[in-house]
């Protein structure tokens, strides 16, 4: 397998931007989650999925930031205007869920750096 | 609620030298316990894991023991190399839930 694959790796935008991360989950993968990075907040989860479903999004910062999952296989999430404070590197992580062993799974990651 | 605590690092060892990087959490019911390490420039990786108390992970030479007692899930190896250089992140898993609590991560450099 492939792995979780995430584009862009990296993404340089101006404040104001609107800016897409996209993210492809590991094939048969029920959960998908959405994390932030960053070295004064360490690694916060920002929203995940059950199915395409968003089950828990309490770690999205604002009205800014929005996720959706239009199906199984691909998952976008984006910050409209972007802001500098927003700069981070953004990552993508699926699990199996119920059956599997819980492992989550992360891609390489989008770094995100707003101007 | 649920945390995790990991020792503050950078831990920078020599090579060959014994490693121990603590954990300690702090949850409601029986989480599962796992480490994670971060090579430069890339997303984590599962290193290992504990589902119950008094399991054993352990994988490339790293292990840890869910103490259930202490509430601590150390990460050791008995003898590191340069290449073992990373950010180690250590994380809980209630169950019941499908959300992970990660610590802040502890950075290692191993020197030659």
């Known amino acids: 397998d492939a792995g979780v694959i995430q584009s862009p790796r990296h993404e340089v935008t101006e404040m104001g931007q609107e800016v897409t991360l996209r993210c492809k989950p590991i094939?048969?993968?029920?959960?998908l989650f959405w994390y932030r990075q960053t070295m004064m907040r360490g690694l916060e989860l920002l929203i995940y999925?059950?199915?395409?479903?968003?089950?828990?999004d309490s770690g999205m910062p604002e009205d800014r930031f929005s996720a959706k999952m239009p199906n199984a296989s691909f998952s976008t999430l984006k910050i409209q205007p972007s802001e500098p404070r927003d700069s981070a590197v953004y990552f993508c992580?699926?699990?199996?869920?119920?059956?599997?062993?819980?492992?989550?799974?992360f891609g390489p990651g989008t770094r995100l750096t707003v101007t | 609620g649920d945390s995790v605590t990991q020792m503050e690092g950078p831990v920078t060892l020599s090579e060959e030298a014994f490693l121990t990087i603590n954990c300690t959490y702090t949850?409601?019911?029986?989480?599962?316990l796992f480490w994670y390490v971060q090579y430069p420039g890339e997303g984590l990786q599962l290193l290992l894991k504990?589902?119950?108390?008094?399991d054993k992970g352990s994988n490339k030479g790293f292990e840890a023991t869910y103490r259930k007692e202490t509430t601590s899930f150390h990460l050791e190896k008995g003898s590191v190399q340069v290449s073992d250089s990373a950010v180690y992140f250590c994380?809980?898993?209630?169950?019941?839930?499908?959300?992970?609590?990660f610590g802040t991560g502890t950075r290692l450099k191993v020197l030659a």
């Open positions: 992580a699926s699990s199996p869920g119920d059956g599997g062993s819980y492992e989550q799974y």
């Open positions: 094939s048969g993968h029920d959960y």
């Open positions: 999925f059950n199915n395409n479903v968003p089950i828990d």
């Open positions: 949850a409601t019911g029986y989480p599962s």
């Open positions: 504990a589902t119950k108390a008094d």
């Open positions: 994380a809980l898993r209630t169950s019941g839930t499908y959300k992970y609590i």
